[in-house]
Every structure is written in structure tokens, then in C-alpha cells.
């Protein structure tokens, strides 16, 4: 297991980076609404976001993989991040904001891949214990979420790039004191990307991934604008946020239990099949406050189990000097391509037909999920040997 100096840091690591995620995602659709973009425009900016995680984190997860150094990859890279955002601060037109955003997440994309790989580095056998450390960035999204609803409603959103520009400063000065690649071995297997790619097994997976993904465009870009139109005030906007982040902690807390308990690839599938509920959910009963309750604690699943559960099989199906590359490949399949595609899709649906339709969108993409995750239920046994505990139940 991590000794306790890589435990702290880390997870200090994992909460700026996730605070800024908490400043951001919830409210970075409003800030473009408050510059006047229409619908279209917001969904086409927030897809650029998602665009460059198609090229960025393989890039960076090459050069990681053949140099060992991942922690100077993402020391380099916060700080170049947070020096293209201050042009962010200034920008207020369409195509200054979209070079300029698209600049930040080059780098900003190659951050969280090699911090994953770092830390099931550091964990080794113990892998099943990322959650402890990865509760951190939940945390550290929901203390975010809940102090920029009231500063927001105080001082105007328009404040949000320069709030964001701190965060970014705080994440690069936590990177310069973690740990880096010499706590973390990394060895050649002498096993091809390319074989491991045509894996029936990593293929379904990635399907998986990507429509789990794409089925939260919607989410991300208009949920906060959708319950403003549905005359949520923005403090309960940002406490629904922090509600499903909370049960996304305790959930992280438990999955030292669970993994080894149900395996990862039945978790998996379960995480996949609430997300096509919670969706529906949504869809049909925004305005029933207790429905849209149960709907953000399912985010429980929607993100906790399914990203500790992917994280889990892309560790082992994936190893050695591979594990970069792999948790790049995660990223840009998924969050990059499919999130981006999610984005761009919500936006030209949100316009045409409004937000009811946006989210049954989201249940449909998110119910192709569902088919393959069934997939790797059935195929991850065949390649992974139950040798440790997370596998144990997967067959």
C-alpha cells in the first residue's frame, strides 16, 4: 500500500484538481449563457473541452510510458495550463474563447491519466484501495460546488475565470511537492498496445465507456441551466451538485468492500444500468423535487462505482508500461470522444426540442451502454485470472 507521505499528497492532488472540476462543470455553461451564446454555441464550446481529450492524453501517455516521467509531464502541464487560462480571464468572443480553451485542455487533459497511473503505481497489489485516495478529489469537488453557489449568487458568475485561475495555481504548486516516478516502478511486460487492443474483452470495455460518457454530455453542459429554467434558484443548483458528489464519496469509501466483493465488471454493468434510469429520471421529473433527489444520489453509481470499476479492469488489463497509455486511452475514448460527441449532440437537441428530450437522449446512449457492458461481463473473465481479490467474483 502507499506509504503515508504519497497517501497525502496525492490526495491533496486529487481535491485542488477536483475543486476546480467542482468551480467549472456545474457552472461554466451559465458563465457562457451570461456572455450572451446561445444554446448551440455553449454545447460546440463545451464539445471543443471534451475534443482535445481525443489527442491529449495519448500523446502525453506515450511520451509517459517511454520516459517514466510522469509527475514532470504533469508538473509541466498544470503550469502551462494555468498560464494559457489567464488569456481565459480577458476573453469574451466566441473564437477567442474556443482557441484559447482549446490550448488549456491540451495540457489540462494530460494531467489526470498520469496522476491515476501514478497512484495505482504507488498502490501496487493494493489497487483496490484507490477510492481512499480518489474520495479526496469528490471532496474536494463538493467543498467547491457548495462555496461558489453563494459567491456566485453575491459578486456575479462573472467572476468564475478568475476563480478558476487560482484553483489552477493551487493544482500546479500541489504538483511540485508529489511524489514522482522515482516511488513508482515501471516495468516492461514486453506485451504489444496493439495485441491488448484487440482484446475482445478491452474493446467492449471501451465501448462501454464511451456511451456511458456520451450519455453524460447532457449533464454536464445544460443540467445546471435545465433546473434554472425550472425555477431552481442557483444555490440549490449547486447543493443538487453537491448531492450527488456526496454520495459519490460514500460510495468511494465502501469500494475497498465492493470490488473485491463483486468485481469490477459487475459493477460495472449495475453502474451503467442506474445511469440509463437516472437519466429517464430527469427526463420526466424535474420538477418533482423528490424524484430529482434520488436521481443526483444515483450519481453514486453513475460516477463513483462506474469510474472506480473501469479504473479497476483498465489497471489490469493494461499493465506495466502500458498502464499509461491505458488510462490515456480510457480518457480520450470516453470523457474526450464521447463526451465531446454527448456535448456537441445535447446542444443541437436542447435547441431543436428542449430539455426532456436532451435527457432521453442521454437514456438512450446510455442504454447501448448497458448492451456492452454485458459484453465485458461475459469476456473479462476469459483474459483476467482470478489472482487477486478484485477479480474474485468476476467469472
Known amino acids: 500500500m502507499a506509504t503515508p507521505a504519497p497517501y497525502y499528497r496525492l490526495s491533496g492532488f486529487y481535491f485542488f484538481y477536483f475543486a476546480s472540476i467542482g468551480a467549472f462543470v456545474p457552472f461554466w455553461s451559465l458563465y457562457l449563457a451570461e456572455l450572451d451564446f446561445a444554446p448551440r454555441a455553449i454545447g460546440e464550446l463545451m464539445a471543443i473541452l471534451m475534443a482535445t481529450k481525443i489527442i491529449a492524453p495519448n500523446l502525453w501517455g506515450w511520451i509517459a510510458d517511454h ?39 491540451f495540457f489540462w487533459h494530460a494531467t489526470l491519466p498520469q496522476l491515476e497511473a501514478t497512484t495505482m503505481g504507488h498502490l501496487r497489489e493494493d489497487s483496490h ?68 487492443l484487440r482484446m ?8 462501454a465507456c464511451f456511451f456511458m460518457q456520451a450519455s453524460h454530455g447532457p449533464y454536464y453542459t445544460f443540467f445546471s441551466i435545465y433546473l434554472e429554467d425550472h425555477g431552481y434558484s442557483r444555490s440549490v443548483v449547486g447543493s443538487l451538485w453537491g448531492l450527488g458528489v456526496l454520495a459519490e464519496v460514500l460510495v468511494f469509501t465502501q469500494m475497498h468492500r465492493l470490488l473485491p466483493r463483486f468485481g469490477a465488471a459487475n459493477l460495472l454493468l449495475f453502474a451503467v ?14 420538477d418533482v423535487v423528490p424524484v430529482l433527489l434520488i436521481a443526483q444520489v444515483m450519481h453514486a453509481a453513475s460516477y463513483g462505482l462506474y469510474h472506480a470499476a473501469a479504473i479497476s479492469l483498465i489497471h ?25 460527441l454527448g456535448s456537441l449532440a445535447s446542444g443541437y437537441v436542447w435547441e431543436g426540442q428542449g430539455g426532456p428530450a436532451t435527457y432521453l437522449l442521454a437514456a438512450a446512449l446510455a442504454a447501448f451502454g448497458v448492451a456492452a457492458a454485458l459484453a465485458v461481463r461475459v469476456l473479462v473473465p476469459r483474459v483476467l485470472p482470478d489472482r487477486n481479490p478484485v477479480s474474485s467474483r468476476e467469472a
Open 129 to 196: 484501495r484507490y477510492a481512499h485516495i480518489r474520495l479526496w478529489g469528490s471532496i474536494g469537488f463538493i467543498v467547491s460546488v457548495t462555496l461558489m453557489s453563494p459567491v456566485f449568487d453575491a459578486i456575479g458568475i462573472q467572476w468564475l475565470p478568475v476563480i478558476l485561475l487560482v484553483l489552477l495555481g493551487m493544482i500546479w504548486m500541489n504538483a511540485m511537492v508529489t511524489p514522482g516516478e522515482q516511488e513508482v516502478a515501471i516495468h516492461d511486460d514486453g506485451l504489444s498496445i496493439w495485441r491488448v
Open 67 to 105: 520516459t517514466g516521467q510522469r509527475m514532470r509531464i504533469i508538473r509541466i502541464a498544470t503550469f502551462l495550463a494555468f498560464l494559457i487560462f489567464i488569456g481565459v480571464v480577458f476573453a469574451r468572443g466566441y473564437w477567442a474563447l474556443a482557441l484559447l480553451m482549446a490550448g488549456f485542455s
Open 316 to 340: 489490469r488489463l493494461f499493465p506495466g508500461r502500458l498502464q499509461g497509455r491505458g488510462q490515456a486511452l480510457y480518457s480520450s475514448l470516453s470523457f474526450g470522444v464521447g463526451g465531446a
Open 200 to 207: 475482445p474483452a478491452v474493446i467492449a470495455l471501451f465501448l
Open 273 to 286: 444500468a442506474v445511469t440509463t434510469l437516472r437519466w429517464v429520471l430527469i427526463a420526466l421529473f424535474v
